[in-house]
């Protein structure tokens, strides 16, 4: 017992090394996306800051060269000019004042005038006096406020003779631009202040003294957070006691601002790079005593198999007899399972046959209801061409040669209009066996409509149809999708045989990149749309038609296989209304 407890101690501790080398593994290798991600919002906010700030350096230069400006230099008498002039470019630029000074520093004119004030001490002034864009930031008063100076100086060909300075807030600026940022940013002074950041907790807080910097109320700076620094993996990590908002480990990075005089820090949380290594470190302890348990246990049975060795090679024996017999069971079973496969496919595979031949069946049936009509549609243009050849013939025995080409011309109209009725029904009747392809499906509903024309006509039928103006395509089978239109259009024809209006209304539109086929007929309606897909359901009345109700059904396989949906309902002014949703190729306009 004492050598066991021995080995399942020493197997914990190293558990606990091991997954204790995962842990920082994992963590170190977890800190580099988060350090590129730092990296990148550090550059981001930096990018914000710069370009936020350069905006109004870039004003200030700009309104140096205001012609406005510079004459108030030359003449005291426009300083209401000049002051309008700054408050305009103040309101558009939304700075916290604009000023003018001439080359002693005395203000001249300025966005928010209040009284003579002279700046010519200032480190800002003092630079654009020496011909340069000048740039200073400080806090101007107890109350906290941030300040960002800009100036311009006013060049003539000669020395600056006056200068134009921009006033920003700051804290305008880190509301409009970062300001609740998911990571903490904050950007350091030279004097180790931070002048900018969009944690407010963050903000005037120093890593040094500067009580003898004027740029500050010495009194409003606050001691820098305390942290501890440390380097994992070539990361500096700080450990932070910096209130709620800021996270307690974090990994710090720096950027230099010199556009601006200031360095950009971030700290970004770890805390996933933790549970990340955490998980890795939980994964591989559960392993390794997965291992060890099961090692255990292997070892204890063998020590007891060990003991009972006869008992067990008797049960083995057992066992073995077993697992044959199982096994010439399971054989067994797959044979039979091979065998139902076999008849199932065979039986899909009739089935299949069953449907496309139901398919062709109900084509074919709906030819054989239409056969009146389409004898009379070809016999019409036969007797025709018969009466006008043997009057072509009469004339042209009698000379008349250009009546005679007339009646040849007609017979020629003719013959194209029986051989496109014959194209049609060939068409129509095939067994169409080929995969989906582009359809045109005004050409569909015309063939269709076609078709059918010899019935409608018969049945008083009037069909308001107008083909659109551009090509719409849709993916299906032209002679199936002519047969889910024909079923349509003659289910309607039947619907109305009791109707005093007999109309039928097609029309197409483009929805979402799908199709919409609509075809509305003024009968009585449907009595249950829910069951009207159902095969051999029909509500026609005995010697009416021969239909078994399934001129629907096969419509809505049809439009299945195309991955479309038809659907029927009630129109509100009374009627049916038929549904024909089909997917298109590519997005196209009506």
Known sequence: MTRKALAVFAFIIAVVGFSGSVWWVGFSAALKPIAEQGRADLSLASGRLTSGLQQFRQAAVLLADHPELIRRIQDPELAEQANAVLLEASDKLGTLEIQLADASGKILASSNPRGSANISLTPYFSRAMQGAVGSYH???DASGQRVFYFSAPLLDGGPPFGAVIVKVDMEAVEESDWRGGA????????????????RSELLLRTRGTTASSTSYFTDQLKPFFSYQDYNIAGHDLWAVDAGRYIPIRALHMTQPLPVVGMEGEVLISTAPAERIATLQALVAAALCLSFGAIWYVATERRRALSERLEIEARSNAALEARVAARTQELSNANLSLRKEISEKEEAEAALKKAQVDLVQAGKLSALGEMSAGISHELNQPLMAIQNFSDNAGLLLERGKTEVAANNVSRISDLARRMGRIIKNLRAFARQESEPMTNVDLSAVVEAALEVASS????????????RPKNKITVRGGEVRLQQVVLNLVTNATDAMGESD???IDISMELIDNKVVLSVCDTGPGLDDPEKIFDPFYTTKAVGRAEGMGLGLSISYGLVQSFGGQIRGRNHADGGAVFTVELTTPAKENM
């Open 501 to 503: 209006v007999k109309n």
């Open 183 to 198: 990571q903490a940013i904050y950007f350091v002074d030279a004097s180790g202040v931070v002048f900018v950041s969009n």
């Open 138 to 140: 400080a806090q101007v």
């Open 455 to 466: 019935r409608l006509r018969q049945e008083g039928v009037l069909v308001n149809w107008i």
